[in-house]
Nanobody, 124 residues
């Protein structure tokens, strides 16, 4: 079973930056995709970004494109989400998840394992 652990959340002022990390236990399959999702109070979980197993493909939600960057360090089995120019509407619990896929995927149902989430609050 894959275990995912997020870290790096916190309180930041509008316009600030945070970097989230998702540390994964060793994967048993040969390929996977890692995605970031977020859920604000009273709202559905929404897709944020995804990176393919190779790291060569990435995909972003329109709401974060140009501000957020997803990357991975295979040696550390860790995926990062660099978040810049943060806005109050970015406030949410952020989750990372893994999918048995060789390509990027954006729908929650395609993901098999989820982390426990990390809170990001953007406020002055």
């Amino acid at each position: 079973q894959v275990q995912l652990l997020e870290s790096g959340g916190g309180l930041v002022q509008p316009g600030g930056s945070l970097r989230l990390a998702c540390a994964a236990s060793k994967f048993t399959q040969d390929y996977y995709a890692i995605g970031w999702f977020r859920q604000a109070p009273g709202k559905e979980r929404e897709f944020v970004a995804c990176i393919s197993w190779s790291g060569r493909s990435t995909y972003y939600a329109d709401s974060v494109k140009g501000r957020f960057t997803i990357s991975k360090d295979n040696a550390k089995n860790t995926v990062y989400l660099q978040m810049n120019s943060l806005k109050p509407e970015d406030t949410a619990v952020y989750y990372c998840a893994s999918a048995k896929s060789s390509v990027v995927v954006s729908t929650p149902l395609e993901y098999d394992y989820w982390g426990q989430g990390t809170q990001v609050t953007v406020s002055s």
